[in-house]
């Protein structure tokens, strides 16, 4: 059922912690302090939306796996009000403290459900969390008091990198008052993608072809989101980073002549990673690829293939299953 947006603003809509307006720097990415760090006030120019915060956020609701754990992994359950929107399991280390936080939605929200959670900050790991035609459009919410901010995964131009995963965390440490804790959560990822750079250093990069999903075609991981990065990071090279966007459709013609030696399959969705590997077994175009003769697949979680804190993890298991000889 469509429902309606509300024409006057609910009464109980948290008391306005900020102001905001629409800026000049589409593309660009997180905060940028308006003081020293750690001080308020702090301003966040972010996807065209640059919002001034007087203090951090006491109420925010957190739309996307990604955003979630990037809020858990600061420590900043107590300031959340809500969540939706999971595509898997939250990690173990955070599961605790997720416990304690109220589920508004299994996708995402209704404008009536996420005012009903009083919030005065949503952060949305994707554009869709925002969608204007459900009501959740960053204007509207603004209009209601309510600060918001994109995963910058969703405007950043050009290639997704490592520093664009450590601009968004700073971001949000900044926006909550804790730049210490972003510092440290970085660190502990570095740790992770340096080791898996000495192990892989020097090996030959491995061919590989992401396959999301699709029948006709080939949805496949172009070569300016952080998948793509993630490739490079763990010894391999994305056949189809050529592709000048995050995601896009291929043939499976294209697929076969890329000649990928491995194929990464993303789980997600109804359709089972072994539904996906049949069907790519099975389809005779594809019956010379290297990576469809010798059986070569890895598997990544689609919440792992995202801008937040499962990167580390997912490039470490890719490179794994990419240069198995190098972590024996």
């Keep these: ?17 900020l102001l905001s307006g629409c800026g000049g720097d589409e593309g660009k990415g997180s905060a940028k302090a308006g003081t020293a760090a750690g001080g308020f006030p702090v301003t966040d120019a972010n996807c065209g939306v640059t919002t001034a915060y007087q203090h951090r956020p006491r109420r925010a609701v957190t739309l996307n796996q990604h955003a979630t754990e990037i809020m858990l992994a600061l420590g900043l359950q107590k300031s959340m009000v809500g969540t939706a929107y999971l595509d898997d399991r939250i990690l173990p280390a955070y599961q605790s403290s997720y416990q304690g936080i109220k589920v508004l939605a299994e996708h995402y929200p209704s404008y009536e459900t996420l005012l009903s959670a009083e919030p005065d900050f949503v952060y949305g790991g994707f554009a869709s969390a925002f969608d204007a035609k459900e009501g959740r459009d960053r204007a509207v919410l603004k209009k209601a008091g ?14 997704v990198t490592i520093a664009t995963l450590d601009e968004e965390i700073r971001g949000i440490a900044r926006i ?8 440290a959560q970085i660190k502990r990822m570095d740790a992770v993608l340096d080791g898996v750079e000495s192990k892989v250093a020097g090996a030959a990069p491995v061919k590989v072809a992401v396959y999301d999903s ?11 989101g952080v998948g793509n990065e993630m490739i490079k990071l763990a010894g391999g090279a994305n056949v189809f980073a050529d592709l000048p966007k995050p995601f896009g459709d291929v043939s499976f013609e294209q697929f076969a002549d890329r ?56 490039v470490e298991s890719l490179a794994r299953a990419l240069h198995p000889e190098r972590f024996a």
């Design 1 to 17: 059922m469509k429902l309606r947006r509300p024409a006057v603003l609910a009464p109980f809509v948290a008391a306005v912690l």
């Design 146 to 159: 309510i600060a918001t901010h994109l995963n910058i995964e969703g405007c950043t131009k050009g290639p």
């Design 176 to 183: 909550f008052g804790v730049p210490d804790r972003a510092e």
């Design 214 to 224: 699709g029948d006709k075609t080939a949805f496949t991981a172009g070569g300016a």
């Design 259 to 314: 000649a990928p030696d491995v194929i990464v399959i993303y789980d997600y969705g109804d359709q089972s990673v072994e539904d996906k590997k049949k069907f790519l077994l099975a389809d005779p175009a594809l019956k010379d690829v290297p990576a469809i003769k010798h059986h070569r697949f890895a598997v990544l979680p689609l919440s792992s293939t995202v801008l937040g804190v499962r990167v580390p993890t997912a």
